[in-house]
């Protein structure tokens, strides 16, 4: 399920495929019914309407689940940037060898984590993540041996700040871990399909050979779309990008010392 919804434009074929069949069944049964001089339940009405409400509140909570996700990956890479920016500064009460050394590694994980935001190739991420992991070690090890060999307030302050850098990546790739569950997928989808069926059961005579039956199908395939673009952190158009850490990249270069020109 995870690897559809990371197509939304492959969950807008599917479900416009499979929800206009379903339609054409309910139809289908309800020409044979027809046929035989058979007439719909006098509840039926009070079923489809039902049906159909209960299908739009399941859409509409999903939504909402998958908004609140992307706003919580917003989220986090702005705290990500604040814990890096504030580190860096922080650096600053290492002793200078250890603040040059850690400020250096903090530009480079900087710029590793703008290019996880931005890569679109698997391959290329793996490559990414492998390097912030030795990074991180990298960047920890530095703080801890400076605290160790001077142990002092100022130096565990430092050592706290980069605490915070490694727990907000925690946080950020928790959050993009945090998706739609499966079964909210299969409960949406099942009752859209058996919405579908009681909407081609419901039509008549000439609605049958039209495009009316076309209508809802294609309105749930577009909110299933929007729905899985949003929720899909690397699929889709509506990505979460990191102009937080851009601009504290953009910052940390303006305020590197430049070399002096002969």
Not at 46 to 52: D, H, N, Q, R, Y
Not at 91 to 101: E, I
Request: proline share 4%; hydrophobic share 45%.
């Amino acid at each position: 399920m995870s690897s559809l919804t990371d197509r939304p434009l492959l969950v807008f074929g599917v479900s416009l495929i499979a929800l206009w069949l379903c339609a054409q069944l309910g139809a289908a049964v309800r020409r044979k019914q027809e046929a035989h001089g058979e007439r719909a339940p006098e509840t039926f009405t009070v079923v489809l309407t039902a049906s159909l409400t209960l299908l739009g509140l399941i859409i509409g909570f999903t939504f909402s689940m998958a908004v609140s996700r992307y706003d919580m990956r917003k989220s986090y890479e702005a705290e990500e940037a604040n814990a890096i920016g504030t580190e860096y500064v922080r650096a600053g009460l290492l002793p200078a060898s250890d603040a040059t050394m850690t400020r250096l590694l903090l530009r480079s994980y900087l710029d590793q984590r703008i290019l996880l935001y931005q890569s679109r190739d698997e391959d290329r991420r793996q490559q990414i993540r492998q390097r912030i992991t030795q990074l991180q070690g990298q960047l920890w090890s530095t703080v801890q041996n400076a605290a160790l060999a001077q142990p002092s307030a100022l130096t565990a302050l430092a050592a706290a700040g980069m605490n915070d850098v490694l727990n907000s990546q925690g946080y950020t790739q928790a959050a993009w871990w945090n998706r739609i569950p499966r079964a909210g997928w299969l409960l949406m989808s099942v009752i859209a399909l058996l919405c579908n069926v009681l909407l081609g059961y419901a039509a008549s005579g000439a609605t049958i050979r039209s495009l009316l039956l076309l209508i809802l199908p294609l309105l749930l395939s577009i909110a299933f779309l929007l729905i899985a673009d949003i929720d899909s952190p690397r699929g889709g158009n509506i990505r979460v990008s990191a102009p937080n850490l851009a601009s504290l990249s953009e910052q940390i270069a303006l305020s590197a010392p430049q070399p002096e020109r002969r």
